[in-house]
Each structure stands twice: as C-alpha cells, then as structure tokens.
C-alpha cells in the first residue's frame, strides 16, 4: 500500500521560504521521475517542477523557475521542494506526483493529503 507523507506547509510572508517534503512509502521511489503539483483555490492541478530518478536532472515550471529548486533522498524514499522569494499566487496545496511534466499522477490509486501553502502579508 503507498503511503505518503507530505509537510512543511505553513503561513509565510511574500518575499520568504518553504521547505516541502514528501515521503513515501510502498512504492519504487528511487527509481521513479517525480514530480510536486499544486492546486490553487477554485483551480485545477497544475506542474510544478519534475526530478529523474536519479536527482540529476530537474525542470520547473516557468512561474517558479529560478526560486524553487526540487531534490530527493532516495535513501529516505523523501521528496523535497525548497521554496524561496515566495508570492502571494504560490498560495495552493501541493502535492508530490510521479511522473513528468505532462504526464504526472498520482503515487498511488489518489492524491495525498498535500500541504498547504499560504503566502500573505
């Protein structure tokens, strides 16, 4: 059965950091592309950024492009997003994903729980 843990979500000023995680358990993490995306109030799911089984190669959105930066331990079948210069439309739950870009979904039969991030001032 897969499990995941997702967390790090909170309440931050425009302008700060989050550190997401997500672990997971019950599933081939360490050989598997991963992703993180992220649901906005009254919107869809959306791609946020992708990682390779591996961690060496990594892509990203173009609205989070250069603030956001995703790694793995695949040791500790973690998942992390490290969230800088946040803004006020990063506001979502976000969720980790397998998968690429455009073919990302769910770890397992659904979604986790996801963790919500706020950015207000």
């Known amino acids: 059965e897969v499990q995941l843990v997702e967390s790090g979500g909170g309440v931050v000023q425009p302008g700060g950091s989050l550190r997401l995680s997500c672990e997971v358990s019950g599933f081939t993490f360490s050989t598997a592309m991963m992703s993180w995306v992220r649901q906005a109030p009254g919107k869809g799911r959306e791609w946020v950024s992708t990682?390779?089984?591996?961690?060496?190669?990594?892509s990203y959105a173009s609205f989070v492009q250069g603030r956001f930066t995703m790694s793995r331990d695949n040791a500790k079948n973690t998942l992390y997003l490290q969230m800088n210069s946040l803004r006020t439309e990063d506001t979502a739950t976000y969720y980790c994903?397998?998968?690429?870009?455009?073919?990302?979904?769910?770890?397992?039969?659904?979604w986790g729980q996801g963790t919500q991030v706020t950015v207000s001032s």
């Open positions: 994903a397998t998968g690429g870009s455009s073919s990302w979904r769910p770890v397992g039969e659904s």
């Open positions: 990682i390779t089984s591996g961690g060496r190669s990594t």
